[in-house]
């Protein structure tokens, strides 16, 4: 019965710890296993390094294995051997090789391993362009990084074009530690189909993939505390270096941080950021061919340098009303001389000279959801780039937009467009965020399932809105409305195939109207039980019977499946109604407040009057939804306790 205990560790948005199950798939990158906690990033862990000795590890080749190690015959020429290699390993061992050369353009080379724990140089990184152009390159290994002497993890660096050009790249597996790529890092990468970020990342650079024109596919565990992936795109919910509000405005959560191309090919050229993103990062889209018309969504204040830098057939764009400022080059192009150099230097130090930046000439309409009144009111400004981070970005300088068009990268020409409509993404990135979670049981870590042949893989939805009733799976809309989205997937362990010899019998539900974390003894959750579709033989019946007495024991709270309830914001109501109010001095009494608040349910937005039952003695007891102030005896605010949050004054009340 423990067998299936660590398969089910808080599986669920809010839990402490999650597992990832992948497959390592052709033309797939997976990075790192999942994390029971969030990495911790600060100055004086990247200055306390555990320092190895690895004064004595050298190349040496054993038949097509070429290793980096301290034992065997030193290979002092590496390009006498350029043709020989299939396979290369860097021993766990090593803390630096930067000196040893690189094994660019090694021809047979098809496979490359660093075995964890992971210990390249204080630095912590694979060395610019170590893997560049070698054309048979499929897989590559990377274990988990070493840790700091304070015990935190190191975070490993993939250093700018360091497997460029690998065309022929499609497996590749990182473990955690993996928390940042360099400049075309896997460029022009063309096999690469889909990433599966390490559960630690906290930072993505668009330009890291430039050339990637086949990915599309991208996930993220949401146990990250930083980066969320939605509808394929990164963006970053926490700022991982700083206060946001310290770097004088200039940068806001959530980001959009990176857009693979492979997405806009797919979608004809056509792409809209996802409506809820507030700010649109540095590189965000950088020179993605593919992307024709673009749409910023109605919430964005403010887009970065660069963001859409070099995206030369970019022709529309849409924008908000919401738009507050747009950062230097931001739709321009590079000149033909700067793309030279860049095969040659980082592109950070090209981009970054004098007299490389163009307009971009392929914009030809800008279409504005406001006045022309509300156009003029857009900020061009300057970030300060002589450092490249997050954490030093400031603005130094601010015009207007509207008659400084080319200090963005727009032509001086480009035909401006007012109150034009605006169509948004159908969800919000809210919703895509936190929508769906996925549990997986394994047969052969179970003595229950294995006895019943099966494999079990179960997709909910984690956040549902608080809207007065009960969420339960029903359609009986007397009972409860029918808002949580389970589907539960069984595999024949034996024939790795979809079967449908079991379903579920039955799903029991508990705290189900109470807004709570998982860790909370009200948190809500739902057990399910099974039943077999055929009759089954006396043995199976017996393995049945051991799983659903797992599944619903109260004592095996890892067998829970929790969801979380959002609550609904006070802010947000259009009316109130009070039943029975009596003001009396500075005191009132009710029996019922109720307000009319817009939810989702079923992807699909609702309106429902909803009753606020009051603190018991209206007080801040946390017992009920609301307590409330009455004010000059005209007006009650109400604020809000457990299923809503935020604080409202209303002025309809009757008495």
């Not at 793309?339 to 981009?351: G, H, P, S, Y």
Request: charged content about 25%; glycine content about 6%; hydrophobic content about 35%.
């Amino acid at each position: 019965m423990r067998g299936m205990k660590k398969y089910r560790r808080a599986l669920a948005l809010l839990s402490a710890a999650t597992l990832t199950f992948t497959s390592l798939n052709p033309a797939n990158i997976v990075f790192g296993a999942e994390t029971d906690t969030a990495m911790t990033i600060s100055e004086e862990a990247s200055s306390d390094l555990l320092d190895l000795e690895s004064s004595d590890y050298h190349w040496s080749l054993n038949g097509d294995v070429l290793r980096y190690t301290n034992s065997g015959s030193a290979v002092t020429d590496l390009t006498s051997i350029k043709d020989k290699v299939k396979k290369v390993v860097i021993e766990s061992g090593a803390t630096t090789i930067e000196d040893a050369g690189t094994l660019s353009g090694f021809s047979n080379l098809e496979e490359v391993e660093y075995e964890g724990p992971v210990n390249i140089k204080d630095m912590c990184f694979i060395e610019s362009g170590m893997y560049d152009g070698c054309p048979k390159l499929k897989k590559v290994t990377i274990g988990d990084s070493g840790f700091h002497s304070n015990g935190d993890r190191r975070g490993l660096e993939i250093n700018s074009k360091a497997f460029y050009n690998c065309k022929a790249l499609t497996d590749v597996s990182f473990g955690l530690g993996t928390w940042h790529f360099g400049y075309m890092a896997f460029g022009n990468c063309t096999g690469l189909e889909k990433l599966v970020f390490p559960a630690d990342m906290h930072n993505v650079r668009g330009d890291t993939f430039i050339g990637c024109s086949n990915l599309k596919e991208l996930e993220l565990a949401d146990t990250n505390s930083y980066m969320r992936v939605a509808d394929n795109a990164v963006y970053e919910i926490l700022d991982p270096y700083t206060d946001s509000s310290k770097r004088g405005g200039a940068y806001k959560t959530p980001c959009l941080m990176f857009v693979p191309e492979g997405v806009v090919k797919s979608a004809g050229g056509n792409y809209t950021i996802t409506k809820g993103t507030k700010d649109v990062q540095y590189w965000a889209m950088i020179g993605d061919p593919s992307l024709k018309n673009l749409t910023v969504a109605s919430t964005i204040e403010s887009i970065q340098h660069e963001a859409f830098y070099d995206c030369k057939n970019l022709q529309t764009i849409t924008l908000p009303k919401s738009l507050e400022r747009v950062g230097q080059y931001a739709f321009g192009i590079m000149s033909e001389n700067a793309m030279v150099e860049t095969q040659a230097e980082d592109l950070f130090e090209v981009m970054h000279k004098k007299d490389v930046h163009l307009v971009n000439p392929s914009i030809t309409d800008v279409y504005y959801q406001g006045s022309e009144d509300d156009w003029k009111k857009i900020k061009s400004v300057w970030f300060d780039l002589n450092e490249g981070h997050l954490d030093k970005m400031k603005i130094t300088k601010e015009t207007t937009l509207w008659n400084n068009l080319e200090e963005v990268g727009l032509p001086a020409n480009v035909k401006i467009h007012y109150n034009c409509e605006l169509k948004d993404t159908e969800n919000s990135l809210d919703e895509l965020m936190t929508s769906t979670t996925t549990m997986s049981f394994n047969s052969k870590d179970s003595p229950e399932l294995k006895e019943l042949g099966i494999n079990l893989s179960i997709k909910y939805t984690s956040k549902v809105y608080y809207n007065g009733r009960k969420h339960l799976l029903t359609t009986d809309k007397k009972k409860a409305s029918n808002d949580i989205d389970l589907k539960v997937e069984i595999t024949d362990a034996n024939t790795g195939k979809a079967t449908d010899a079991f379903k579920v019998k039955k799903v029991k539900f508990k705290n189900n109207k109470v807004a709570a974390d998982s860790t909370s003894a009200k948190a809500p959750y739902f057990t399910i039980q099974l039943a077999a579709t055929s009759s089954l033989d006396k043995t199976k019946k017996a393995a049945l019977k051991k799983v659903n007495k797992l599944l619903k024991d109260k004592k095996v709270t890892d067998t829970n499946f929790y969801f979380t309830i959002a609550p609904a914001d006070l802010s947000s109501m259009v009316k109130v109604q009070y039943v029975k109010l009596t003001i009396n001095g500075s005191s009132a009494k009710f029996k019922k407040l109720a307000a009319r608040y817009k939810y989702t349910s079923g992807g699909e937005p609702k309106s429902d009057w909803i009753v606020l039952k009051p603190c018991k003695g209206n007080s801040d007891s946390g017992k009920g939804d609301f307590t409330y102030v009455v004010k000059d005896g005209k007006t009650v605010e109400v604020t809000g306790h457990n299923n809503f949050t935020g604080t409202v004054t209303p002025t309809q009340y009757s008495k």
